[in-house]
């Protein structure tokens, strides 16, 4: 790193807990005296959030036995955009997720694909809403099948409007609007919007402390030890540590 590394981590802290680019920098020009610009905060964000989710990613998971599944609704250069996500009901971790424009068959196959990659054989139940397009993509990701008796996996549909519709889901989506509420929606391209979401994956599986299971998800769902306060660091240093290994 060519800045401080304290200086990079700090921004990456305050932008995922909600502070503009903009106002980060403020905060730069009170507390360091060789300020940085609001771009270079954001490809901050952009680059050390790929970096630390290309590791994250492939971390073996210890998860329940359900996944909840449910999409959050963004616009990105004035279209609609879609946030799909996982969540492990028992850990509370982020399993998969991706960031995309329509909640077209492939990606969201490609979600639960990678969702079942990291569980292996620990998921039987699937929970998701009434989106027509969720039991073909858990036929083709977890095996899901209505027409035989035995399936991987059972497709448990809770409608919106009914009552303790995916609670737990929709507290882990309350807890991301209020970070991305102050982007006022994405103005950059979908892929910058997607790493940026990565980003926050991460902060919410690794960084900000879970209230109802009194830790951060990941250390009830990994072996990973984080033992310093400054866990964006220890990320990024393992991160490096996997590619050279």
């Known amino acids: 790193m060519r800045n401080d590394f ?3 981590t700090l921004c990456l ?12 920098q ?4 009170a507390f360091y005296p060789h300020n940085s610009s609001h771009k270079s905060i954001y490809k901050w964000v952009i680059k050390y959030s790929n970096i630390i989710y290309d590791y994250t990613n492939k971390i073996p998971l210890k998860t329940g036995n359900e996944l909840m599944v449910d999409e959050m609704e963004y616009s990105t250069k004035g279209k609609q955009s879609w946030f799909v996500d996982c969540m492990d009901t028992k850990t509370r971790y982020m399993v998969a997720s991706d960031f995309m424009y329509g909640r077209t068959m492939p990606r969201l196959i ?17 929970t998701t809403d009434g989106l027509n397009a969720y039991p073909h993509a858990l036929h083709k990701s977890f095996k899901l099948n209505k027409r035989k008796a035995k399936s991987q996996i059972i497709h448990n549909i809770v409608k919106a409007n009914e009552r303790g519709f995916n609670h ?8 991301i609007r209020e970070r991305t509420k102050t982007f006022r929606n994405f103005h950059g391209s979908i892929d ?5 979401m990565r980003g926050m994956e991460v902060y919410y ?8 299971i009194k830790c951060r998800p990941y250390e009830l769902a990994t072996e990973l030890k984080l033992n310093s306060e400054n866990k964006w660091l220890e990320l990024i240093i393992h991160s490096f540590n996997a ?3």
Do not use: C, M, P, W
């Open 6 to 8: 304290r200086k990079i």
């Open 13 to 24: 802290d305050l932008f995922y807990k909600g502070v503009s680019t903009r106002k980060v």
């Open 26 to 29: 403020d905060h730069l020009k």
């Open 110 to 126: 490609n979600v639960l694909r990678n969702a079942k990659k990291k569980t292996a054989n620990q998921i039987s139940i699937v």
């Open 168 to 175: 737990k889901i929709e507290r882990l989506h309350n807890s």
């Open 192 to 196: 910058s919007a997607s790493t940026i």
């Open 205 to 212: 599986n690794f960084i900000r402390l879970h209230q109802a």
């Open 243 to 245: 590619k050279i290994s």
